[in-house]
T-cell receptor, first 115, second 111 residues
């Protein structure tokens, strides 16, 4: 158990509404990540953070923004949700960023449905 | 370019048999790590095993072992004596300066 929680765990929303997903960790890890998981695509990186207020884009960042005002919390925001953003969202943490030996540990996931 | 491939979308295996899940990768970086994750039907991502590119021996963790063939750029997961609880989706991942995931293999263990 890597001490990662995600909220909400399930959400149904309508197209055009803003949505914020929260990732919370209790172990003070510097690096945090947001992924989305879709059938046939595996996991794809949306954004990641390497410290408080330090974030960068991943592979599929369009339509998403992130914020990290505290070490323990990493927020993912969909400013105006679209049906293509229906997915399962995973948060992950790691001790380092570029170290190939470093394992990522995942939160339980959030299932988001955009109608 | 960094790439990772899992060619088996699904597999059916009899309980207690050994299972090999295939994974091939491509990277130009000499330093990298290879990982396997299990995702049961409940949805969580569970870390199983890690292999470093400079490791001389294949990694093992209980019933899991990683068959690392560097020259062939393959990192197959071997599960010995499969159990019904091994039924899940399995993802291979590679990390050099960033981590990427394969599309997964769905494993079904038959009683």
């Amino acid at each position: 158990d890597a001490g990662i929680t995600q909220s909400p765990r399930h959400k149904v929303t309508e197209t055009g509404t803003p949505v914020t997903l929260r990732c919370h960790q209790t172990e003070n890890h510097r690096y945090m990540y947001w992924y989305r998981q879709d059938p046939g695509h595996g996991l794809r990186l949306i954004h990641y953070s390497y410290g408080v207020k330090d974030t960068d884009k991943g592979e599929v960042s369009d339509g998403y923004s992130v914020s990290r005002s505290k070490t323990e919390d990493f927020l993912l925001t969909l400013e105006s949700a679209t049906s293509s953003q229906t997915s399962v969202y995973f948060c992950a943490i790691s001790v380092s960023l570029g170290n190939p030996t470093d394992t990522q540990y995942f939160g339980p996931g959030t299932r988001l449905t955009v109608l | 370019a960094q790439k990772i491939t899992q060619t088996q979308p699904g597999m059916f295996v009899q309980e207690k048999e050994a299972v090999t899940l295939d994974c091939t990768y491509d990277t130009s970086d000499p330093s990298y790590g290879l990982f396997w994750y299990k995702q049961p039907s409940s949805g969580e991502m569970i870390f199983l095993i890690y292999q470093g590119s400079y490791d001389q021996q294949n990694a093992t963790e209980g019933r899991y072992s990683l068959n690392f063939q560097k020259a062939r750029k393959s990192a197959n997961l071997v599960i010995s004596a499969s159990q019904l609880g091994d039924s899940a989706m399995y993802f291979c991942a590679m990390r050099d300066d960033k981590i990427i995931f394969g599309k997964g293999t769905r494993l079904h263990i038959l009683p």
